[in-house]
């Protein structure tokens, strides 16, 4: 410890770290309404731009520094949060997680080349020094927010809201990239470390177009795609099949007396059981496959190249894991309630058996679901195809 807090700093340091300093502020200050929009839109762990400048910080600045340019640049970011104040305790978790990252960075680097690395004439082991670096930042920080998150809310942890969505890790590697090129720039030409500022801005900007897609394009409760973006692609897949001959199914899926979980438990479990449904679609479907919901309990599903004899397969394994499914949630008041015995109603069609257009295909699905429900619930119906699939409800 005392090692530490006595490790020299020089003129050239303090210079170097104001840099640095100066560069993360007013990045922070130029791009803070397009970061104010990405935060509000994530649902997923918030990838800010500080490793941008804190990798470099790491592998150039005495290590007592590194904490410190983290807690400016932490600092700087709450405090300019006017709309909604950040926590004191996130605030800290999130400097010392960038400031643990770094040092790790640091001895990575120095395992692989030593502690000389970054003036070695042996470029190959100095690239290599650097990769290597990116790498422990990277491992280390998801290592640290995954269980930071974790142990916050572990009832409510799921694999994509402790990693991330891929684009969001892709978004952290290429920030680190990006901090690895600042870091060439202030070792061999320090000028054009301002160059970072418009790649920077470029990313940030397409990031955001990228979010604001997906919210137009998205059900925000459940994650699929909602009713303009699902019939979209649907007659997107209608021209395709139109051009190749192709078949397509469409089913309807609606949840059986969906009102009594929202009366029973209230609404926050009732949601949870729709989230819970989207996942089960989700893994149940193709990825070229369309899931979307189109409002309360109504889920529709358009298997892309599958008749209506493989679709009413594919709807009655759905029919049966929708009644095994047990999900785990709260009443309004708190307290901890399991949801199980659940059932849905499915009606399948299929193009071009059941319509020449889309929502003629639709119109045929729906129809089939409340023959559905007229028949005892709990059943897998299909139009062209003459058979009723499941248990009476």
């Known amino acids: ?53 804190m990798l470099p910080a790491a592998l150039l600045l005495p290590m007592p520094l590194v904490p410190v340019l983290s807690c400016v640049l932490y600092l700087h970011l709450a405090f300019r949060r006017r ?32 502690p000389v690395a970054l003036t070695s004439s042996d470029v190959d082991t100095t690239t290599l020094a650097i990769f290597a670096a990116v790498a422990a930042y990277f491992v280390v920080d998801a290592l640290i927010t995954v269980i930071a998150l ?37 070792l061999f030409a320090p000028a054009l470390s301002a160059a970072i500022f418009f790649p920077m801005f470029v990313l940030q900007k397409a990031v955001l177009a ?16 909602n009713s303009v973006a699902w019939h979209s692609s649907g007659n997107n897949e209608l021209s395709r099949a139109g051009r ?23 609404h926050l479990a009732g949601d949870d059981m729709l989230i819970a449904l989207a ?25 892309a190249g599958s008749g209506e004899a ?27 309630v399991t949801i199980a015995d659940r059932s849905a109603s499915i009606g399948v069609a299929a193009y071009p058996a059941s319509g020449d257009t889309l929502e003629e295909v639709l119109a045929a699905a729906d129809a089939a679901v409340y023959a559905a429900k007229r028949s005892g619930r709990n059943r897998v119906v299909g139009t062209s195809i003459s058979d009723l699939v499941g248990t009476p409800g």
């Open 279 to 303: 996942d089960l679609l989700k893994r149940e479907t193709r990825s070229h496959d369309l899931v979307g919901r189109f409002g309360g309990e109504e889920f529709v599903v358009l298997l």
């Open 150 to 186: 974790y142990f916050a809310a572990p009832e409510k942890a799921t694999a994509r809201s402790l990693l991330g969505s891929f684009e969001d890790n892709a978004l952290e590697l290429t920030n680190l990239c990006l901090g690895a090129l600042l870091l060439a720039a202030l």
């Open 83 to 114: 709309m909604r104040r950040v926590a004191p305790h996130r605030t800290i978790t999130n400097a010392s997680t960038t400031s643990m990252a770094s040092f790790a960075s640091l001895l990575a680097l120095h395992l692989v080349a030593g």
């Open 310 to 336: 493989d679709a009413l397969v594919a709807a009655e394994r759905i029919r049966h894991q929708i009644t095994e499914m047990v999900v785990q949630s709260r009443m309004n008041d708190g307290s901890p």
């Open 1 to 53: 410890m005392t090692s530490f807090v006595f490790v020299p700093v020089t003129a050239a340091d303090l210079g170097m770290f104001a840099l640095l300093a100066g560069l993360g502020l007013v990045h922070a200050e130029v791009t803070r309404k397009i970061e104010r929009i990405r935060r509000s839109l994530s649902v997923t762990p918030y990838i800010n731009m500080t490793s941008v400048w």
């Open 210 to 225: 990228k979010q604001l897609e997906e919210l137009a394009s998205k059900d925000q409760k459940t994650g699929l795609l």
């Open 244 to 266: 190749t001959g192709a078949a397509f199914s469409v089913l309807m899926i609606d949840l059986d007396y969906f009102k009594k979980i929202n009366d029973t438990f209230g």
